[in-house]
Structure formats: structure tokens, C-alpha cells
């Protein structure tokens, strides 16, 4: 079965080792769970050369900026044009073998409407749904993809909630690999499972939660000779992380004063997280942002897990939540996000199903839209204001990490009133009645068409 190892002596070692996040072992090859041999712990991807030859911060912003008027593939991936903070590719290996999709390059959007229903003068989106499957797993997927290949392996695997198994199928089919997909029976949208199916990928629906899913895909990668590409695969953090120098430079280096993520496996908090205390170790910014991680009421491991044992011991949930992207009860990037949380001095907060669906439509009325999962950013945003943990003149970052398509049902069901019938929030979500536009079915008349408008014109 294929490995990662360092390269074999005569050529230019790796720049990066793989350290244990529990002991901080230090090792220059993994097994195939990625975890560290010595107490089971999930691994890190670490760069001891920064130690001792620290990249210039000038020269990397100045040859970024440079590499964005290149037409050559690595420069043109939003990703891999930071490839001076990532895991080096071999020096041996040709350019062209990185699996790339043109990923990042996502747009920094204004929210004004948000800000004011929020009580924040300055409010942005990160829009990692802009990416070519329409959600953040693609920046992850494109690094941790290319060292799969790379490393030999013929079949990649995930447990997912469907964004994953859309990036992964994706990422695999341009890579010439075979990709296998598990996802639980019934609880992903249907345009993640179409995008799975639709790229080649071998898609089992299991009958079980994505908890489930994700340890029987444990327990598959020590029995066949398939690579898994889950979040605990520590290459998808490191492309991850690019969000955030992407979003630093189209600051101009300034950061921002919070930024806010929604809470599911937790390697995306992780992976922002990380960069952002990389980046100050090397001079690129001087003072971190706040990382704030929002999670639904209803599938809330990390916030019982801080509120409960201070952080100490994980206590998992049943997870329940129509954001599906996020409903995932034992996290398995819990301990890597406690210490982000912790280093940048973060809050983490739990979202009603209500707030979320509210909060969506927000965005959406301003022309963005996103998942719900999503939407927990600027649902949680609000109760971080109403704390005042976030300042009125205090600037905000929420990370949107899904397009609007990736779940139509949920829209539709909102717009029509039908979203909470028959559940426990039906009588709550009056709320939402002025943020709803259902559809009109009228006759196919000019008089039935105007009258429409004129109403909507008194509205
Ligand atoms: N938002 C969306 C749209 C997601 O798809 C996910 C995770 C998250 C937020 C949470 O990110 O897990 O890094 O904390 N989706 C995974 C999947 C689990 O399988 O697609 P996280």
C-alpha cells in the first residue's frame, strides 16, 4: 500500500513533518489513519525550516501579487499560489500533476443589510460557495487530491455530508483516480448527491448518521488499500488555510477585528486558525483575529464540550439539524479547534433552527445566499453582538462556506411556510413570515401578471 514518506535520500527532502497535536511527536511518514503512532492523536503538518530560515513577509505578499498576473495552472489556483506556506510538491515532479480546479479566488462581498440587522457598521462575506463545486472543501481537496496521486494511491475515500464527497468525486475524476463515497441514507441534499454521482464517484448511502459514516471509513482505510480525504487528513487543512491568507491580502494585511465560521467536523475552524497564528509567526500580520465558531442548537459537541468540561474531554451529541452540511455529533477536529479558539480568543456559540433559516434569507436578500450552514455565521454573529463580545465599530468576517444551490429544498420549503410544519419551531417561525417570497402560480395573462406587481409594488 502506497505511504507518505519523506522522498528517498538524493532527493531534496519535504519541506514539512507530520507532528502529533497530543504528545507533538515529530515524524516524517503516517499510517493511513493519520494519527499518531505513539497515542492515537491526529497529526499536524509542520514547517521546522521556518525555524531557521523564515520566510521574508515582503517578498511573499510581493510574489503573490506577482503570481496573480501568471496564466500558468499553479498560479492560477487561488490555493496553490500560496504555495510558499504549504507542503512543497517534489521538486522532481511536473507542475502539471497538481489537480487543480482554479479553486479559491473567492469573493469578499459587503453586507450592509446584515450589518445593520446585526448592529455592526462593518460586516463582510468570505464566499468560499464561489468555488468550482460550489463549496470551501474544494481548497483542501485540490493539496490533499495532488499528495494522494502523487503518493500512488488509486482509490480515495470520505464520510461525508455531501460537500466533501462533491469536491472529493471532483478532484479524483480530474486526477484520473476512482473515488469512493459514504454518506448518510436520507440526510444530504440531493444536489450534493447528484454532484457526487455526476463525477464518477462510487456513492454508498448508508443507513446511518455521518458519525457513522466516518468510522466505518476508519476502520475501511486500515483493511483496503484506499486513502481517505476526510478533514483528518491533515493536507486538506493546509490547502484550507488559504482562505484566509486570501482573505488577509484582498485586506490589504489589515485584519479584521473577528472572524466567524460555522462549526461542523471542525477541520475548517482548524485550518483558519491555523494560518492565521502562521502568518503572525512570520510577520505577515502583527495581531490575530478572533475566530469565533457557530454551531446549530441541535448538533452542539464543541459548545457542550467547552461549557461542560472546559474543553477537556469531548462530549458528543446525537446530532439533529436541517443545516445538514453541519449535522455531525463527534467531531473528530474538536481538540485542534479548542486550541484555536483558545490562541485567538474566540466565543463559541449554538444557533437556533429558526435563527438559522432567518439569517439564510438575510444573506440571500442581499443577493449572496448561502447554505444553511452557513447562515449560522450571521445567526451567531447576532447573538455575539447581543453579548458584546462583538463591538458595534468592531469589523467582522463571516466565512460563508457553501453556495445557495447546494440545497434548494431548504429554500423552497421556507418560501413556501412549509420548512417548520408540524415541528417543535412551527409557532416560533412567525417570525420569518416578511422574509418569505413563495412562488405565484397565476393564469398566463397580462392582467393576472400586473395585478401581481402592483401588489408587490404596496408590500
Ligand atoms: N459548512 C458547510 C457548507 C459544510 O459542508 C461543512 C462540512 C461545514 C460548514 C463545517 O465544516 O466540518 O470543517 O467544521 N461539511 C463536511 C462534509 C462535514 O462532509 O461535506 P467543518
Excluded at 505511504?3 to 493511513?32: E, H, K, M, W
Excluded at 455592526?120 to 468550482?132: D, E, I
Excluded at 463571516?398 to 444551490?405: A, D, K
Amino acid at each position: 500500500m502506497p505511504a507518505f514518506s519523506s522522498p528517498a535520500p538524493g532527493v531534496q527532502s519535504a519541506n514539512f513533518r507530520f507532528r502529533c497535536i497530543g504528545c507533538g511527536d515529530l515524524s516524517d511518514s503516517t499510517s493511513q489513519d493519520f494519527r499518531c503512532a505513539h497515542c492515537g492523536d491526529l497529526l499536524e503538518i509542520t514547517y521546522p525550516q521556518w525555524k531557521k530560515a523564515k520566510p521574508n513577509a515582503e517578498t511573499l505578499k510581493a510574489a503573490w501579487s506577482e503570481r496573480r498576473l501568471s496564466q500558468i495552472p499553479v498560479d492560477l489556483s487561488g490555493v496553490w499560489r500560496f504555495r510558499d506556506l504549504l507542503p512543497a510538491l517534489d521538486p522532481t515532479l511536473d507542475e502539471a500533476q497538481i489537480i487543480t480546479l482554479r479553486e479559491g479566488n473567492t469573493p469578499l462581498y459587503a453586507l450592509p443589510q446584515s450589518a445593520r440587522s446585526a448592529g455592526v457598521s462593518h460586516l463582510f462575506a468570505k464566499h468560499q460557495g464561489m468555488n468550482p463545486t460550489g463549496s470551501f472543501k474544494d481548497c483542501g481537496m485540490t493539496v490533499a487530491a495532488t499528495f494522494a496521486l502523487r503518493a500512488g494511491f488509486r482509490w480515495v475515500a470520505c464520510a461525508s455530508t455531501g460537500n466533501t464527497s462533491a469536491s472529493m468525486a471532483a478532484y479524483a475524476a480530474r486526477g484520473g483516480m476512482r473515488s469512493l463515497v459514504l454518506v448518510p441514507e436520507g440526510k444530504i441534499s440531493w444536489s450534493k448527491l447528484s454532484q457526487a454521482l455526476d463525477y464518477g464517484a462510487v456513492t454508498c448511502q448508508l443507513r446511518t448518521d455521518f458519525d457513522g459514516c466516518l468510522r466505518l471509513l476508519q476502520e475501511l482505510v486500515r483493511r483496503a488499500p484506499v486513502h481517505q480525504l476526510n478533514s483528518i487528513n491533515p493536507f486538506r487543512l493546509e490547502g484550507q488555510k488559504t482562505l484566509a491568507l486570501e482573505l488577509l491580502e484582498q485586506l490589504d494585511w489589515n485584519p479584521p477585528d473577528h472572524i466567524i465560521v460555522p462549526g461542523g467536523n471542525l477541520g475548517n475552524s482548524s485550518a483558519i486558525g491555523k494560518a492565521f497564528v502562521e502568518m503572525r509567526e512570520l510577520g505577515l500580520i502583527s495581531r490575530l483575529p478572533k475566530l469565533s465558531v457557530i454551531q446549530a442548537e441541535g448538533a452542539n459537541a464543541l459548545v457542550r464540550t467547552l461549557r461542560e468540561t472546559g474543553g477537556q474531554r469531548l462530549v458528543s451529541v446525537q446530532a439533529e439539524t436541517r443545516a445538514t452540511a453541519i449535522r455531525i455529533g463527534n467531531p473528530a477536529s474538536w481538540k485542534k479547534a479548542a486550541h484555536v479558539l483558545e490562541a485567538t480568543g474566540g466565543a463559541c456559540e449554538q444557533v437556533s433552527e429558526v435563527e438559522i433559516a432567518q439569517a439564510k434569507a438575510e444573506i440571500g436578500a442581499e443577493g449572496i445566499g448561502c447554505e444553511p450552514a452557513s447562515a449560522v455565521t450571521l445567526a451567531g454573529l447576532k447573538k455575539l453582538v447581543k453579548q458584546k463580545f462583538v463591538k458595534p465599530d468592531e469589523s467582522v468576517v463571516l466565512v460563508l462556506t457553501g453556495n445557495l444551490l447546494k440545497d434548494p429544498d431548504f429554500t423552497i420549503e421556507f418560501h413556501r411556510g412549509e420548512l417548520f410544519k408540524g415541528s417543535a419551531d412551527e409557532n416560533a417561525s412567525a417570525v420569518l413570515d416578511p422574509l418569505r417570497r413563495a412562488p405565484i402560480v397565476l393564469d398566463a395573462t397580462l392582467d393576472a401578471v400586473i395585478r401581481t406587481l402592483e401588489q408587490a409594488e404596496k408590500s
